[in-house]
């Protein structure tokens, strides 16, 4: 199946009261386990590319034939969005050229008439290719790829400013953070969700920062109109923990326990066990 972009996949889960989950990917391993388990638990999903795992896998193009290839190897009949995430101006050019089928513009740390101006341009080259594209207004909080904000709550109206704009999809600060969560965090602001969604409308909304935020939280954002839920830490966590396991066991020291294939199946079956477990919450199991 060809990629696709997040215009069907999201209006079809606000409608039905579901997020799809965008996991990011860092290599083939973590590719091959994320399609792997849509696959098999019927759902729709998004891989997401930031432009720092971009640049660890070589480039935009590497990562876009390596997708489209698996998803033709491994026999993917799912939904597949292949996603950049936080993309700059620049590398929102870069991902269309390499042929991604959605692009996340942050212009969030720009001045709102600017963020306005760049994502219009954006949304007008996205249409002309097909292509979808999310736009942030509101820093989240944490730190990606070297960006770190505090994790302010998006002004309801420059979110509808930038959803007016024609965009496909909406994130919005509303508390959530990249990363693991602190001890002291207060938790998401319903009460903002809820002012953004009256200003914008049927306009899918996404949830960036998905690890670490509860359960009941997670459920009720998607009750709000949340269609697109962002999870990354999480998996991270679940391989280094399954890898550390393997070799402090002394597993790599036995037989061929070094073969990167075998070194590396333990944190694979992390990846996998997240993935399903987020899929389950956020209700896109069977919804391919």
Known sequence: MALVSLKEMCEKARKGKYAVGQFNINNLEWTKSILQTAQE????????????????????????????????????????????????????????????????????????????????????????????LEAEVGSIGGEEDGVVGLGECADPDECKKIADLGITILAAGIGNIHGKYPSNWPGLRFDILEQIKKKVGDMPLVLHGGTGIPTDMIKKAISLGVTKINVNTECQLAFQEATRKYIEEGKDLQGKGFDPRKLLAPGCEGIKKVVKEKMEIFGSIGKA
């Open 41 to 132: 638990l019927k759902s729709p999903v998004i891989l997401g590319v930031s432009e720092g795992a971009g640049k660890y896998m070589t480039g935009f193009k590497t990562v876009a034939s390596m997708v489209k290839a698996m998803i033709e190897e491994l026999n993917i009949t799912v939904p597949v969005a292949l996603h950049l995430d936080h993309g700059t101006y620049e590398g929102c050019y870069k991902c269309i050229e390499a042929g991604f089928s959605s692009i996340m513009f942050d212009g969030s740390h720009f001045p709102i008439e600017e963020n306005i101006a760049k994502t219009k341009e954006l949304v007008e080259v996205c249409a002309k290719k097909g292509l979808s």
